[in-house]
């Protein structure tokens, strides 16, 4: 379990360096940039959350659940991807946004399957948590998405 957290965690701190790499571009809007430092933060902040989560007791897991570790991988490898594609050159704000929504989507879903898989309230109200913040994060884009469209 401690290594699903692992992976978890890694994720989160991809992103947080694709939101800052996106936040530094001057290609993007002031307003996007913001978005994206204030996305940073947060997944900064759910890294350090899945860090605390490892010091939980092995009985705070759950036990006879599989995790999806392939999912899981194939989240960092995407993860990845868009760190890859916030780099020279960069992509267009419709493109970075789609595939940004797309994450965030997926992390939410997972966040909320790990949070009813934990026998603790605690760790399981973390991923909860998480999955609330990511859903925000897909409102707030798809919201600047449908303000520059319109």
Do not use: W
């Not at 996007?32 to 092995?58: N, S, T, V, W, Y």
């Not at 009985?59 to 991988?73: C, H, P, T």
């Amino acid at each position: 379990m401690k290594s699903y957290l692992d992976d978890c965690q890694n994720i989160e701190q991809v992103m947080g360096e694709v939101y800052r790499k996106l936040a530094g571009s001057e290609f993007y809007s002031e307003r996007l940039k913001g978005i994206f430092e204030r996305m940073a933060r947060d997944e900064d902040d759910h890294a350090r959350q899945l860090k605390r989560a490892r010091e939980f007791p092995e009985e705070a897991f759950a036990k006879g659940q599989r995790l999806d570790q392939k999912k899981l991988a194939e989240l960092l490898r995407q993860a990845h991807d868009l760190l890859r594609m916030a780099a020279d050159p960069v992509p267009s704000e419709s493109i970075i946004l789609e595939t940004a929504k797309d994450l965030e989507m997926e992390f939410m879903k997972i966040h909320l399957q790990n949070a009813v898989r934990f026998r603790d309230a605690a760790m399981a109200e973390i991923f909860r948590d998480m999955a609330r913040e990511d859903q925000e994060h897909f409102e707030t884009l798809d919201t600047f998405e449908d303000s520059e469209s319109g």
